[in-house]
């Protein structure tokens, strides 16, 4: 939905380098994310700073304040207006006609997301404009690839029970975790029609980077994505039901 380049990621080599007093380069980010465990970028921060050698480790409480300093640059539960930090670096890849096309099709959607949820609702409330969006984001289910989140969004969505009667299921993220979460959620209901979308992060998609971006969509396609996306805004409805196997 938005590039976190300049945010999140930028978030947490900032957060690294406080505490550690070095930055890790996005390729070491990739990699630590191309693992499947670190989808929350405070234990990704806390991980990178084990890894380095940094000692003591800082208490968690205390590297999130930091975090979340860099981040939001104010209160996360106060004014977006009063925020100063990087999320006000975020471009948007997808508009509010993605959506509206979407539901236009009868296709239902919704997000599973490991931002904190005043992260969350800014982008999708207030600069994508969506009414109150269906949304399970940080703390409303244990982080991906824990399939919880997916699977309480996924039956909500459809309505009902999922099972070999329910819709397909078609879920897209950019990272090993969202990949893994779509194969846990295929253990749990293995009669529910699972798919796993996947694209490369924004960052990874500027000409010198072709290579660093094909390894890293190899990662995707190790862990069991079943499509690979060039771009999200890509994802028309006709493509979608196609690869779903539903008729336009």
């Known amino acids: 939905m938005r590039d976190v380049s300049g945010s999140y990621r930028r978030a947490l080599s900032e957060t690294v380098h406080h505490y550690g007093g070095w930055r890790p380069d996005p390729a070491s980010i990739d990699a630590l994310k191309g693992e499947g465990r670190w989808n929350n970028d405070w234990e990704a921060s806390l991980e990178l700073l084990r890894r380095g050698g940094h000692s003591p480790l800082p208490r968690f409480d205390a590297l999130v304040a930091v975090f979340s300093a860099f981040y939001f640059g104010g209160d996360p539960e106060g004014d977006p207006a009063a925020w100063r930090g990087f999320i006000g670096s975020e471009p948007l890849l997808v508009s509010p006609a993605f959506f509206e096309a979407l539901t236009g099709q009868g296709i239902a959607w919704g997000f599973v997301s490991g931002a904190e949820p005043p992260s969350a609702r800014y982008v999708l409330e207030q600069r994508l404009g969506l009414s109150s969006p269906p949304l399970i984001a940080m703390g409303d289910a244990p982080d991906k690839p824990d399939p919880t989140g997916l699977l309480r969004l996924a039956e909500a969505l459809a309505g009902r029970a999922l099972g070999p009667d329910t819709p397909p ?8 975790a969202d990949v893994l979460t ?3 959620a295929r253990q749990v209901v293995r ?3 699972w798919h796993s979308l996947a694209v490369a992060p924004p960052h990874l998609h500027g000409s010198e980077r072709l290579q660093a971006r094909q390894a890293y969509e190899q990662g995707l396609l ?3 994505a079943d499509r690979l996306l060039s771009q999200t805004a890509n994802l028309t409805p006709a493509l979608l039901l196609n690869w779903l196997g539903e008729s336009p």
Do not use: K, N, P, S
């Open 222 to 224: 190790a862990a069991g």
């Open 169 to 176: 299921i078609a879920y897209l993220g950019d990272t090993v």
């Open 191 to 193: 009669e529910q029609r």
């Open 182 to 184: 779509v194969q846990r």
